[in-house]
């Protein structure tokens, strides 16, 4: 069954003792997830190990714990990076891959990125994958064009099996994260839908129906549900509400 989720990136915001804090107060006042439900908390990876240990504390298994990047080799010399199986060690289960700031701050390549989503793949881990155009494109027209790209070139050379299995899609356009400016319904549908279509195309109809995909950028209390409402849009990835219980609580109620 497609899975319904909310995953909040909290970027490299919060203490640690504010973050825990934050998932005490989330769990505390969460309505309980049905079967299909999933909620995600993006953590800085200095914040991971605390935030698992307040997770294990909580039978609630449908409530994950997410990094926002990980390196594509295994081990070796790589001063300042984090690989997949360190994460796995402290209970992460998520990553996010190809955010548009790891993108455009950290000269991330769909070539990079598809090397990332390989070394996921083969550590079995739950890949959160954002592609999203930028502002000029989407004037232009030519969303669904750069979108496509994105994906053929760092998800689309993965098995049917790995795909279901591994990959959940986040769309956020460029425009809309962090602006305040959110894509309308009518377009954060379009492009759902057209991105749903390319996976049927790339590998069939029953791979399509079973991925989730989220939307991303400037989410919040107010818009959720409408988004939500969509037939192909699967829940949120959400980054400025995911940091006050009282924002991020009523958007996982838009989950119901
Ligand atoms: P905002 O919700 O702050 O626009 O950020 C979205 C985002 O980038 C989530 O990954």
């Given at each position: 069954?497609?899975?319904?989720?909310?995953?909040?990136?909290?970027?490299?915001?919060?203490?640690?003792a504010?973050?825990?804090?934050?998932?005490?107060?989330i769990?505390?006042?969460?309505?309980?997830?049905?079967?299909?439900?999933?909620?995600?908390?993006?953590t800085?990876?200095?914040?991971?190990?605390?935030?698992?240990?307040?997770?294990?504390?909580?039978?609630?298994?449908?409530?994950?714990?997410?990094?926002?990047?990980?390196?594509?080799?295994?081990?070796?010399?790589?001063?300042?990076?984090?690989?997949?199986?360190?994460?796995q060690?402290?209970?992460?289960?998520?990553?996010?891959?190809?955010?548009?700031?790891?993108?455009q701050?950290?000269?991330?390549?769909?070539a990079?990125?598809?090397?990332?989503?390989?070394?996921?793949?083969?550590?079995?881990?739950?890949?959160?994958?954002?592609?999203?155009?930028?502002?000029?494109?989407?004037?232009?027209?030519?969303?669904?064009?750069?979108?496509a790209?994105?994906?053929?070139?760092?998800?689309?050379?993965?098995?049917?099996?790995?795909?279901?299995?591994?990959?959940?899609?986040?769309?956020?356009?460029?425009?809309?994260?962090?602006?305040?400016?959110?894509?309308?319904?009518?377009?954060?549908?379009?492009?759902?839908?057209?991105?749903?279509?390319?996976?049927?195309?790339?590998?069939?109809?029953?791979?399509?129906?079973?991925?989730?995909?989220?939307?991303?950028?400037?989410?919040?209390?107010?818009?959720?549900?409408?988004?939500?409402?969509?037939?192909?849009?699967?829940?949120?990835?959400?980054?400025?509400?995911?940091?006050?219980?009282?924002?991020?609580?009523?958007?996982?109620?838009?989950?119901?």
């Amino acid at each position: 069954m497609r899975k319904k989720i909310v995953a909040g990136n909290w970027k490299m915001n919060l203490s640690i003792a504010e973050g825990v804090q934050l998932v005490k107060n989330i769990i505390n006042e969460m309505p309980s997830l049905q079967g299909h439900q999933e909620v995600v908390f993006c953590t800085p990876f200095t914040h991971l190990s605390s935030v698992a240990n307040e997770l294990n504390q909580n039978v609630n298994i449908q409530v994950k714990l997410g990094a926002q990047n990980c390196n594509d080799h295994a081990s070796g010399a790589y001063t300042g990076e984090i690989s997949s199986s360190m994460l796995q060690e402290i209970g992460v289960s998520h990553v996010i891959i190809g955010h548009s700031e790891r993108r455009q701050l950290f000269h991330e390549s769909n070539a990079f990125l598809k090397s990332k989503v390989d070394t996921l793949v083969a550590s079995k881990m739950q890949i959160l994958f954002c592609c999203g155009e930028p502002l000029e494109i989407r004037e232009a027209n030519g969303q669904n064009e750069y979108v496509a790209n994105q994906l053929q070139e760092s998800l689309f050379h993965l098995s049917a099996q790995d795909f279901l299995n591994q990959i959940t899609i986040a769309y956020e356009p460029i425009w809309a994260i962090g602006t305040g400016v959110t894509a309308s319904t009518a377009q954060a549908q379009e492009m759902h839908a057209f991105i749903r279509n390319l996976i049927s195309q790339q590998y069939s109809e029953s791979v399509a129906s079973e991925i989730s995909i989220l939307y991303g950028g400037s989410c919040n209390a107010q818009n959720a549900s409408e988004l939500f409402a969509n037939e192909d849009v699967d829940g949120g990835l959400i980054g400025g509400a995911a940091l006050k219980a009282e924002t991020f609580l009523p958007i996982i109620k838009a989950l119901h």
